[in-house]
């Protein structure tokens, strides 16, 4: 009995040791006696000096994030004070009607005298990449979460998902390849468009990296519903069809909302794919699927090598990364708010 | 319970979905290896490309990769891993710090692939080399202030951080609270605990994490087409200030820039394959680990 009260006393006494100064709220009103310096408890400074390097090393994800805004937006910058050749800053946003052309228009020409760097264009062609790529890929990624968390035997769902997180581990540059080189023929000779490469062909490609990530977020929230809900459902009557759609697709909407935005973020932040597939003209064309885009990653992955350092067209482009930058955190945000939200859903029942 | 109809219906949409899937992923591995395996042999494995790339091997390529990636996980490995301890087992619950940590690194991991590569000429190339450049040699051709292998792989080493942190902190979170408190109660001090009974019972999980993140990175393109990637390369990086060919841009280049694509068409089947075969295999290392390390757990 006594020699377990004595290690208990130990145990403490080391806590206190550890902990330093902290204050320890069950032994911060009585006195506690130190042992003499270098006889045990403290911990060896070795060791807390290893402790604080953690602690200061685990700050480098701040870091890095600051630090890449900081590093993009500051390429930029100098755009709002600098002469821009024949430019005005509003020429970044708003049509223009340049010499030679007999309306306002909208229009990415960077190699062009003068150059004329309007972001609409690439904008719109990353939007009409992103969303279209978004319809074909939202189904599927729900689908097949639905599919694997209620219908799919246990054995089935152990193989499937493996398989689909092994397409998240395909490189982009082989997606892009294989919408290249594979889908862009098929999709040509089964629907005979006038461009080999267009924003359908991309969108395509893009699919292929965001239903993994639709599909991982969507099952996980799906299997966290609680199965107490489902059984009461099924014993109130239920058919299983209505428990899917009625108790647990709702119940589980945050996290599928949260994934659908995450997979938006990650596609209108993809590079490779629409850069090899997407055909790059910067045609302003919103509704036509068939002809080719240029999207904002694109531009800046083509375009940033041959550009001089400093140069406004540099500029520019760091100035796109920035704004890119923005809205996938801004993205990223909404889609942690959705998480929370689930959790906190899922934590109340 | 008996299906009904609707049943049919919802269970034939969403299977359909599966197979739609797994079908792509099949027809895109069965492309690469009917289109690639032919060309992969001894000389395709250990050559340089000739000068046209349509014939030769691509050895300076996987090369590259391999040094690319292997000083990226030098580099950001021990940071991810020790910025995810600090989270799981330092930091005090609900703390703001904690907080922002984490949201830093949610971040971090969907900043688009090719800010990271304006982020590595911004910061690493332009400012860091060049800073160093400006200290050291003063004003002239730059020395660390160009594209290299070096601001290559710590570009990279950013962006696979949160891949790190997230599956590290994961395990960590794994190893049962019992053993840190019967670690504690002996007498251990924290930091005694964290080394050597929390890490050593994650490994498992922490080098899955690693694996993963050393497939991540081994395919990026984009980060790295302005910080150090060359399309052709007589000579392997024997320097850090070196440039070097890297599978993915060679990818990227035969496919693109090519030019006479149709003679370069079986040298990208192979060079996708070599990278396919690279990333997959790590992708199962991780799986087998991750898979094992979870059977200890549970015994």
Sequence with gaps: MSSVRVSLRSARLARVGMDDDAADPELGAQPVKRPPLGQGFKTPLSHRIAEKLIALMALSAVAAVALIFIFVAKEALPLAWEQLDGMRLLDLFLPRTWTGYHEAV???????????????????????????????????????????????????????????????????????????????????????????????????????????????????????????????????????????LRIIVPTAAPG?????????????????????????????????????????????????????????????????????????????????????????????? | MKNTPKDYVLAGATGLAVLLIVGLLGVLLWEIVAGGAGVISGTFLTQSPSADMTSGGIFPAIYGTVVVTMLMTIAGVPVGIATAIWLSEYAPRHSRLATIVR?????????????????????????????????????GTPVWGKPSVLWASLTLAVLTLPVVIVTTEEALRTVPQDLRDASLALGATRFQTVF????????????????????????????????????????????????????????????????????????????????????????????????????????
């Design chain 2, 196 to 299: 050597k009974v929390v890490v050593p019972n994650a490994l498992g999980g922490i080098l899955t994490g690693v694996i993963l993140a050393v497939s991540r990175g081994a395919g990026e393109v984009a980060p790295i087409l302005f910080c150090g990637a060359a399309n052709f390369l007589p000579y392997l990086p024997t320097d850090l200030r070196d440039m070097f060919m890297h599978l993915g841009y060679h990818i990227f280049a035969l496919a693109t820039q090519s030019p006479n694509v149709d003679a370069a068409r079986p040298m990208l089947f192979g060079t996708v394959l070599v990278l396919l075969v690279l990333t997959f295999s790590l992708n199962l290392v991780a799986v087998v680990v991750r898979s094992r390390a979870r059977a200890r757990l549970r015994a």
């Design chain 1, 106 to 244: 909208y229009i990415w020409q960077p190699v062009g005298t003068p150059e004329k760097f309007n972001v609409v264009p690439l904008f719109l062609g990353s939007l009409k990449v992103t969303l279209l790529a978004m319809i074909f890929s939202v189904p599927l990624g729900v689908g097949c979460a639905i599919y694997l968390a209620l219908y799919a035997p246990r054995r089935m769902r152990e193989i499937v998902k493996p398989v689909i997180e092994l397409l998240a581990a395909v490189p982009s540059v082989v997606l892009g390849f294989f919408a290249l080189m594979v889908l862009a023929t098929w999709l040509q000779d089964a629907f005979g468009w006038h461009f080999r490469l267009n924003a359908a062909v991309a969108a395509v490609g893009l699919s292929l990296t965001i239903v993994p990530v639709i599909f991982t977020i969507s099952e996980d929230a799906l299997a966290a519903v609680p199965h107490s809900l489902s059984e009461a459902a099924m014993a109130l009557g239920a058919r299983k069809y209505q428990v899917a």
């Design chain 2, 103 to 139: 949201i830093a690194v949610n971040n971090l991991a969907g900043v688009p692939s090719i800010v990271f590569g304006l982020f590595g000429l911004g910061f690493f190339v332009l400012f860091v080399g060049g800073s160093i450049d400006d200290v050291v040699y003063g004003p």
């Design chain 1, 256 to 349: 599928i909302a949260a994934g659908v935005i995450l997979g938006f973020g990650r596609a209108i932040g993809e590079t490779m794919i629409v850069l090899m597939a997407s055909g790059n003209a910067a045609i302003m064309k919103p509704f036509d699927f068939t002809t080719s885009v240029r999207t904002v990653t694109a531009s800046i992955a083509a375009e940033l090598g041959e550009v001089a350092q400093g140069d406004p067209h540099w500029r520019v482009l760091f100035l796109l990364g920035a704004m890119l930058f923005a809205i996938t955190f801004a993205l990223n945000f909404v889609g942690s708010v959705a998480i929370r939200r689930l959790e906190k859903r899922l934590t109340a029942t």
